[in-house]
Structure formats: C-alpha cells, structure tokens
C-alpha cells in the first residue's frame, strides 16, 4: 500500500484517539526474561536508539506527562517496561540499543535482553521501530532491522521528533527510509512520522496499534 495518505479515515483516526483515553497504567519492570509476564494478551514494542524518544512516545499516546520515565541522557530505560491499556494490549518501553557509555557488562546485558525478547515473545504482534527523523536509518538501526527479518518479527518504522526539522526534510528521510525498508522482508512498507512534543501523527500510530487487536 503506498503512502500513509488517507489509510485510515477520520471516523477510525477519531475511534483510535477514544481507545487511548481509557485507563492505563504502568504494569512491571521486566529485567530478566523470566519476570515476562504469563498472559494471553497481545503487546506491541518500541524499540529504538538511546534517546530516540521511545519513552516520551509512550506517554504522548496515553496522553501522559509521566508515566514512562524520559530523559535527556541516554540509557534511562534500563529494563523492559510494561503498560497496559484498558486490560486488552500492552505496550512495551524497551531500553534503547546503541548507547555506549553505560559499563560494557551491562550494555551487552540489556542487548541480550531485548534481542531475546524481540525473538521469542510469542504475545508481540508488531514492534514499532523508532528512528530519530534528523538522523535516519542508521547501521546499528539497520543491524536490529535484519535481527527483527530474521526472526520474522512484523516492524514499522515511525520517525520521531518532527517537530525539529522541515516540511522538506521531512519528505527527504521519509523517502530515504522507504528505500531502506525495501530490503527488509519484515518491514512494513508505511513510514509513519511523529512528535510527541508536539502531538502530531499520534493518531495514526494509535489507530495502527487498534488495527492489530
Ligand atoms: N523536540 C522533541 N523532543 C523529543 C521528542 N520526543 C522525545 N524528545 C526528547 O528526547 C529525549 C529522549 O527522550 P526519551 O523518551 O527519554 O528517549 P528514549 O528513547 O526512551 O531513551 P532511552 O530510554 O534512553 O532509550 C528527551 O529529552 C525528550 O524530551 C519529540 O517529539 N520532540
Ligand atoms: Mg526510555
């Protein structure tokens, strides 16, 4: 299907938006792939570089200020965190991949958490992959995206923090990326693209996630 162009209607834009604004709330911490929780319920991931906006994303969805701790120092997410809406989906904030400073040890830790999870979770129905719009795709983005084929893992890509660049740029990075997705067996050919500073795109993410429960 080409383009985001008018994929979803108002009237589902609108039952999305609705979806969201029932109650939410912040379920566990997962640190190690024993403490997932057992339940039928499906979930969806973000997942993304350090600081790409994972966390923010989730509160501007919920339509909260402080429910996933962000922060402008990458490496706050340390563990996989869980939310659950309306007691029919979970999302699922993961710690960022590609940050470097954090002791070694405990980098390879989280990597192997999030790749193990991202394999074999049974309950995931799509990981949203969040890619900062100024930067694009890059390699340690594009290595999670052949991790995510090979496992067979549906992903889409949202851009985040449109707020900061152009109309122009906008166009660039999201043809740029549609390129890219083209080589992705798992990649799910539209490109969403949002702020959660600034509240755009949120509906259609919403109404994606509403599409797959
Ligand atoms: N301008 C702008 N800034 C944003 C947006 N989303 C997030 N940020 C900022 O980006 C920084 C990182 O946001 P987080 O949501 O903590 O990022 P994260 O991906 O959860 O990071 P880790 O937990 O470290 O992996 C914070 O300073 C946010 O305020 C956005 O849409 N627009
Ligand atoms: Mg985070």
Redesign the pocket.
Known sequence: MEQAAAKFGAEELKQAEEQFNRPCNFVLSVAKLEQLPLTEMGEVAFA?R????????INALFNQRKLAK???T????QQLNYFNLDNRLHLVDL??YG?AQAPEALVKNWQKLIFTYLQGRVNLKRVFLLIDSRHGIKKVDEETMKLLDKAAVTYQIVL??I??ISAKQLAGVIAETKEIIKKHGAAYVDVLAT???KNLGLNELKAEICSLF
Do not use: Y
């Open positions: 993304g350090s600081n790409v906006g994972k966390s923010s994303l962000t922060s402008g990458p490496g706050r997410t710690p960022g940050f985040t923090k707020d900061k702020s959660s500073e």
